[in-house]
């Protein structure tokens, strides 16, 4: 009798087989068909596969390769946070040094007396520097695409007849044309009508 170790790699092994195949098109029923003609995923004594049985394979492996998808999007967005987070702050120093002023060296020659040498002078001196906000607008625009990664800036879902019922409110009535307050009012009657039950019997009519 096969043991439970060898059951479970003998279950994984027709997963991994089905799932190969219906990737490249093939119909349960010709997968089931596949499987059963292999010795090695059906082995001597044991029943063959039935439609349901596939069935059931399928489901399991592309539940199996869903999740293995979600774990790898997952690790991208971290990795490609990260990235994201140190070229900010790359950025970040880069902006800050843009601030600080520098210091300058330079030589400049003086004229010495008649018949004498020109002289080298070194004159030393700091100029301020304007910060460069083009790098803020780097850094922003980083910022975004981590929100978009992660969906921040993703638009808020809502409901249209809870939006419109929430415009009734502002709205001039004495500025409405015939159809819009009978649409209005149709509006009303929905929002205000007690909820019906669905199972009941209509009466018959007469």
Do not use: C
């Amino acid at each position: 009798m096969p043991s439970s170790l060898s059951k479970l790699k003998l279950a994984r092994a027709r997963e991994d087989f089905a799932w190969q195949q219906r990737v490249r098109g093939y119909t349960e029923r010709s997968i089931l068909e596949q499987i059963n003609q292999q010795p090695e995923l059906v082995p001597p004594g044991t029943k063959p596969l039935s439609s349901g049985g596939i069935h059931k394979i399928l489901v399991r492996a592309e539940q199996r390769v869903l999740a293995r998808i979600d774990r790898n999007v997952e690790t991208l967005k971290v990795k490609q946070t990260l990235t994201l987070e140190n070229n900010i702050e790359d950025l970040r120093k880069a902006y800050e040094t843009s601030t600080q002023a520098q210091v300058f060296q330079k030589q400049k020659t003086a004229n010495a007396a008649q018949g004498g040498k020109s002289l080298l002078q070194n004159e030393v001196g700091q100029k301020t520097m304007v910060a460069d906000h083009s790098i803020l607008g780097e850094m922003r625009q980083h910022l975004a695409e981590i929100r978009k990664i992660w969906g921040a800036d993703a638009p808020l879902k809502t409901d249209a007849t809870i939006t419109g019922a929430m415009q009734v409110g502002s709205q001039d009535l004495s500025k409405l044309s015939d159809a819009e307050l009978q649409t209005l009012l149709a509006l009303q009657q929905k929002l205000s009508a007690p909820a019906q039950d669905q199972t009941s019997t209509p009466e018959p009519t007469s």
